[in-house]
C-alpha cells in the first residue's frame, strides 16, 4: 500500500478540519472521524474505490459488511428498498443514536463492497453533531467501520486511530473522547422478530421498552449466525476483534471473592512463568491484584458498568502499550449494556474464558 502523510484535524481548528476533512470524502478520500461509539473510518459508500481504500487501510476481510452512516432519515429512502412498521418504531426510538438496522438494499444504492455483495445494507444516523455534519457537509451517504486495523480494539481517541492508521489513510478529524465507548448495536427484524445480530450501545431492555411485549427479541447469543454460507450480515459476528496482542484469560463467575481469588492464581501462575502479567479490573478490585501484576489496569466500575464500556478499548490499548504478553481480565455482569461489554471481552480472549 501507497503510504502518506495522514492529515490531523485538531479540535481548536474544528471549523476548518470539517470542511477538509468533507472535500476529502467528496473526493474520494478516507477519513477517520469520531461518533458517540467509536472512531470511524469513513469513504463514500457508492464509489468501490473508496470503500476498497477502507478495508486496504485496515487490512479488514473483504466479506464482512461495512455500517452506512447517514446524516438524517431522509437519506434512508435512497438506500433501503422498504422499511417495515417495527423498524421505523426503532428509527423513531433510537436514530440519531448507536443502533444499526439491516435492511433490504436498493439496487446499485452503494458498491457491493459495502454489502459483501448481499441484498442487505447495515445503516445509522450517529449521535454525534460532528459526525453528521462531516455526513452533511460530503454529500454522501459514508461507508465506516471502526478506524482501527482489522482485530485490534476500536480506537475511542483520535491518537489511537493514529496508531494504527497513520500514513495509511486521508486525514483523522479529532472530536475528542467518544462517548459510549462501545460499537452499535445491530438488528435485523424477521418475521415479526428483531435479531439482535452485534450487541452495543442499545441494550435487549430499552429495545423490548422501545416495542413492547408483543414484539420478540432474539438476543445475540441466540442468533449467531457466522456460519452462514453467504457470509454475517453485519460487522462483528465472524472475525476475531478487539484483540491485545498479548494473550489474554477472561474469568467470569457470579461470586466475586472467588471470581477475584480464581484471577488472582492465574495471574501469579503466569508471573511465576515469566510473563508480563496485567490485569484488567473494575475499580473496586484493583488493589487485589497488586502484588501479582506488573501492571493492574482500572476498567470502569461495577457501579456504573457504563464507565467500564466507555473504559475498555483504551484499557485494552494501555496492555500494548505497557507491553504485556499475559493479562487476567475480570468478567461484568450482562445486564443491559453489561452484554455488549462481555461480547467483546469474549471476543478480545479469543474463546480463552474460565467460568468460575
Given amino acids: 500500500?501507497?503510504?502518506?502523510?495522514?492529515?490531523?484535524?485538531?479540535?481548536?481548528a474544528m471549523e476548518a478540519g470539517l470542511e477538509q476533512a468533507a472535500a476529502s470524502l467528496a473526493a474520494g478520500g478516507v477519513v477517520a472521524f469520531p461518533t458517540e461509539t467509536v472512531y470511524g473510518l469513513g469513504g463514500d459508500a457508492r464509489s468501490t474505490e473508496a470503500v476498497s481504500r477502507i478495508f486496504e487501510a485496515k487490512g479488514r476481510p473483504s466479506d464482512n459488511p461495512l455500517i452506512?452512516?447517514?446524516?438524517?432519515?431522509?437519506?434512508?429512502?435512497?438506500?433501503?428498498?422498504?422499511?417495515?412498521?417495527?423498524?421505523?418504531?426503532?428509527?423513531?426510538?433510537?436514530w440519531p443514536g448507536p443502533l444499526t438496522l439491516v435492511l433490504p438494499v436498493r439496487p446499485d444504492a452503494v458498491s457491493?463492497?459495502?454489502?459483501?455483495?448481499?441484498?442487505?445494507?447495515?445503516?445509522?444516523?450517529?449521535?454525534?453533531?460532528?459526525?453528521?455534519?462531516?455526513?452533511?457537509?460530503?454529500?454522501?451517504p459514508i461507508a465506516a467501520p471502526s478506524a482501527n486495523r482489522s482485530g485490534r480494539p476500536s480506537p475511542t481517541l483520535a491518537r489511537h486511530v493514529m496508531q494504527d492508521l497513520d500514513g495509511r489513510i486521508d486525514g483523522v478529524l479529532d472530536g475528542g473522547p467518544t462517548g459510549v465507548g462501545l460499537e452499535s448495536t445491530v438488528v435485523r427484524v424477521l418475521d415479526g422478530a428483531v435479531h439482535v445480530l452485534r450487541p452495543g450501545g442499545v441494550t435487549v431492555e430499552q429495545l423490548?421498552?422501545?416495542?413492547?411485549?408483543?414484539?420478540?427479541?432474539?438476543?445475540?447469543?441466540?442468533?449467531?449466525n457466522s456460519g452462514e454460507a453467504e457470509g454475517p450480515r453485519s460487522p462483528g459476528m465472524k472475525y476475531t476483534h478487539y484483540a491485545p496482542r498479548g494473550e489474554m484469560l477472561l474469568i467470569t463467575g457470579s461470586d466475586p471473592q472467588h471470581l477475584i481469588n480464581t484471577a488472582h492464581?492465574?495471574?501469579?501462575?503466569?508471573?511465576?512463568?515469566?510473563?508480563?502479567?496485567?490485569?484488567?479490573?473494575?475499580?473496586?478490585?484493583?488493589?487485589?491484584?497488586?502484588?501479582?501484576?506488573?501492571?493492574?489496569?482500572?476498567?470502569?466500575?461495577?457501579?456504573?458498568?457504563?464507565?467500564?464500556a466507555q473504559a475498555l478499548y483504551a484499557a485494552l490499548r494501555e496492555c500494548d502499550e505497557r507491553g504485556l504478553n499475559f493479562i487476567v481480565a475480570e468478567g461484568f455482569p450482562e445486564d443491559g449494556i453489561g452484554a455488549a461489554l462481555m461480547n467483546r471481552l469474549r471476543k478480545a480472549a479469543g474463546g480463552r474464558e474460565l467460568q468460575v
Fill in 265 to 308: 492464581r492465574a495471574a501469579d501462575e503466569a508471573r511465576r512463568a515469566h510473563r508480563r502479567v496485567g490485569v484488567l479490573a473494575p475499580a473496586e478490585h484493583a488493589a487485589a491484584y497488586e502484588d501479582v501484576a506488573d501492571a493492574v489496569i482500572v476498567c470502569g466500575s461495577l457501579h456504573d458498568i457504563h464507565s467500564a
Fill in 112 to 140: 457491493p463492497l459495502v454489502t459483501a455483495g448481499l441484498d442487505t445494507v447495515a445503516v445509522r444516523i450517529p449521535a454525534h453533531e460532528l459526525a453528521r455534519k462531516l455526513i452533511a457537509k460530503s454529500g454522501c
Fill in 208 to 224: 423490548q421498552e422501545a416495542l413492547g411485549p408483543e414484539v420478540p427479541i432474539a438476543p445475540a447469543n441466540l442468533t449467531r
Fill in 68 to 94: 452506512v452512516h447517514l446524516a438524517d432519515p431522509e437519506a434512508l429512502d435512497g438506500l433501503a428498498e422498504r422499511v417495515n412498521e417495527i423498524e421505523r418504531t426503532l428509527i423513531d426510538k433510537f
Fill in 1 to 12: 500500500m501507497n503510504t502518506k502523510n495522514t492529515q490531523y484535524w485538531p479540535p481548536e
